[in-house]
């Protein structure tokens, strides 16, 4: 499973209320920051 595809989750679960804003906030937000450490590591491999 790729980061979309847990991205994907988190909203589903968010429109189904299976988790609360906040957490899906802070969820979100982790997702976002690990996609940009990805990214820079991806670069520096090149």
Known sequence: ??????????????????????????FYLQSHSLMNMMIAFRKKLK
């Open 1 to 26: 499973m790729d980061l979309a595809e847990v991205v994907t989750c988190l909203f589903k679960a968010k429109r189904s209320s299976y988790i609360k804003i906040e957490r899906f906030d802070s």
